[in-house]
């Protein structure tokens, strides 16, 4: 009897030491977020700035009007200012980026100044794109695409391969931006030239596509910086980061985001 009488009593005082965690997911300090991008071609510069939200807020990210945004040429002391064209994009026809040269993104927002600085490197030129797997006969992950979750499960995944020499004597980094149809496709591909420095690449990108689609693969050179910046993106974006942060960013005073100088070789393909 007095072997099964303590068992209630045991019981009561593990529930009594229960304790609820109230975790605040839900208020942050709204910080701005740049987005800004200097092609060498004209006409594909801009820059866009937003605000973070609230953890359980579901709206799109706030633009931000009336912001003070120049870009700045280091090299040839020249400074452009953007105009906004819709609410928080930016942009000035005719502004284009050279090679070589190094840019300051300045954003004055009310009392508070962003800045960032970026290299566009030399440029490297896209020689052709190959498909390399039929349409709906690949479906692996890995280098060189995300295959993260969300992203077009409704598509096959084809390896399209772009071949570009890479320059010798200096590392290189590299984005590929891919359009399907139209629409910018949001995985991040990104490399640099560790085992084929000065040589010619043959490494794929595994993109989601169906027969029939047109895909445009724009490969832009950009600088190490920057290269990291999509590097811890495309980590937190993937899991596989233990323990998930903001990507460091060129960007100083807490803002987050990007500055991107970069150059812009552009090829399309048909998908069979």
Partial sequence: MKKYSIIPFAFLFLISCEKVIDIDLNQSNPRYVIEGNLSNIAGESKVKISKTLNFDETIANPAISGALVTITDN??????????????????????????????????????????????????????????????????????????????????????????????????????????????????????????????????LRIKADKGDVVTIDLQCIDKAVYNYFFGLNENINQSSATPANPTSNLNNGALGYFKAHTSKKKTIGIE
């Fill in 75 to 204: 090299k040839g002391n020249q400074t452009d200012t953007l105009d906004e064209s819709t609410a928080g994009i930016y942009i000035k026809p005719g502004l284009t980026g050279i090679e070589g040269h190094t840019y300051t993104l300045k954003v004055v927002i009310g009392n508070e100044i962003f800045e960032a600085i970026s290299t566009i490197p030399l440029n490297v030129n896209l020689d052709s794109l190959v498909q390399e797997t039929l349409a709906g006969s690949y479906s692996g992950g890995g280098p060189g695409g995300s295959g993260r979750p969300g992203s077009d499960h409704g598509s096959s995944t084809i390896q399209i391969i772009p071949h570009y020499t890479d320059p010798l004597n200096f590392i290189n980094y590299y984005q590929f931006e891919v359009t399907r149809n139209d629409t910018l496709v949001d995985d991040i591909f990104i490399r640099n030239d560790v085992g084929f420095n000065g040589s010619s690449s043959h490494l794929p």
